[in-house]
């Protein structure tokens, strides 16, 4: 789905990733889940690019709900995963510590997981080689990512700021929806390993300028980031 010129949603406010569409080619943010294989396909088809365009993946965490199709780009089109080294064994194996589920309503849950088993989440691929980054990095890829640390939701956590999309990716930093409870609106994310880091971070977030801030799961927020931090914050 196009939101804005160069720049497109794969999945829906249940999951989402993104497309970043520059004339020197595509670069991804996020996976989702492996049936989203389909989703990419047909928004490439759209957009009239074979997948061979696709320079890069970022992801904004290690997440099974983000890391989906990432080794199938990688092991059949030569793709390059790029994931911030301190989820990178998260990517690779999808270790991570258990969290608090925290509020739940049993329509959305169980949506969420229905959504889940019919987008192929219950057999994570984990991504046998990833290219670690840092802070600060700027990537050489279509739209020139900048990697911006949000620890927090996990320790490798990160926002991708894309100028010419005028868009930052913010992964689970933050919610639109939240997935166990249904409640729309920016947001805490569940399942958060560290809740005061992801609230710190928010400062960071606040920092950047983008007319687009576009989470792993929700709606899109059409607002500055300086905007969606505050709110995130008076919901918590």
């Known amino acids: 789905m196009k939101l ?16 970043v569409d520059a004339p020197e ?11 989203h294989w389909r989703d990419l396909q047909e928004e490439m088809a759209v957009l009239g ?6 320079k890069g993946l970022i992801l904004t965490h290690g997440d099974s709900d983000h890391i989906g199709f990432a080794e199938r780009l990688r092991s059949e089109h030569g793709v390059p995963i790029f994931v911030h080294a301190a989820d990178a064994e998260r990517a690779r194996t999808g270790e991570k510590p258990k969290t608090p589920m925290g509020p739940s ?26 290219t670690e980054v840092a802070d600060g990095d700027v990537l050489d890829l279509p739209g020139a990512p900048v990697i911006i640390g ?4 996990s320790p490798g956590s990160v926002a991708v700021h894309i100028p010419m999309a005028d868009a930052v990716f913010v992964g689970d930093a933050l919610t639109t929806r939240h997935v166990l409870t249904g409640h729309d609106g920016a947001q805490p994310a569940p ?4 809740p005061s880091g992801a609230d710190a971070s928010l400062d960071r ?5 983008a007319s687009w801030v576009l989470p792993g799961h929700g709606a899109p927020w059409h607002g500055t980031p300086a905007d969606i ?6 919901a918590a």
């Open 49 to 54: 690019r074979p997948l061979s365009d696709i």
């Open 191 to 194: 399942f958060t390993d560290d």
């Open 105 to 130: 309503k049993l329509g959305p849950m169980l949506g969420f997981f229905a959504y889940g088993i019919r987008k192929k989440a219950l057999r994570p691929i984990y991504v046998k080689e990833v």
């Open 229 to 234: 931090a505050a709110a995130v914050r008076s």
């Open 150 to 153: 949000m620890p927090g939701h």
């Open 4 to 19: 804005a010129p160069h720049l497109h949603r794969l999945g829906n406010d249940i999951v989402a990733s993104y497309l």
């Open 205 to 209: 977030l606040a920092e950047v300028s």
């Open 25 to 35: 080619g595509v670069t991804l943010i996020d996976a989702g889940m492996p049936g």
